[in-house]
């Protein structure tokens, strides 16, 4: 493990080793709904976070074949690939609202079902997004 501190907590990915350097206590960000234990959580920097996301991606190839026959339809073109994060994946990020008066979701409502993204007929970019509030506490 050439260039990586041997006295911290180390992770090893199949493109090489990440040094965690954040060990804050996570169990704030976990979702109330969400089956997480926090010693399963990471705060990774921005520039690595980059290369996870791009090691989890689930990627698929997708092709329409002609009627009645197992041949792809090349006269329309109708090749297309598909990356998306993997089932379960959870995301926590800080946003900015407004001071008062905002709700994004209805009133009393701090949850709600929304898409990101294209290929909802096939399930992608369904996302579970929740709001809390945390300037209070």
Not at 6 to 20: A, H, P, Q
Request: proline share 4%; aromatic share 10%; hydrophobic share 40%.
């Amino acid at each position: 493990m050439q260039g990586v501190n041997r006295n911290s907590k180390v992770l090893f990915f199949n493109l090489g080793f990440l040094e965690i350097e954040h060990l804050e206590e996570l169990s704030p960000w976990i979702p109330p709904q969400a089956d997480l234990k926090a010693s399963q959580l990471v705060v990774v920097d921005d520039n690595d976070i980059s290369m996870l996301h791009d090691m989890a991606l689930y990627r698929q190839s997708r092709v329409k074949l002609l009627e009645g026959q197992k041949k792809v339809d090349t006269e329309k073109g109708a090749f297309f690939n598909v990356e998306a994060l993997p089932v379960g994946s959870i995301l926590v990020f800080p946003i900015a609202g407004k001071e008062t008066g905002w709700q994004p979701f209805g009133e009393s409502v701090n949850q709600k079902e929304l898409y990101f993204g294209g290929l909802e007929s096939i399930g992608f970019g369904r996302c579970q997004v929740t709001i809390l509030n945390y300037a209070n506490q």
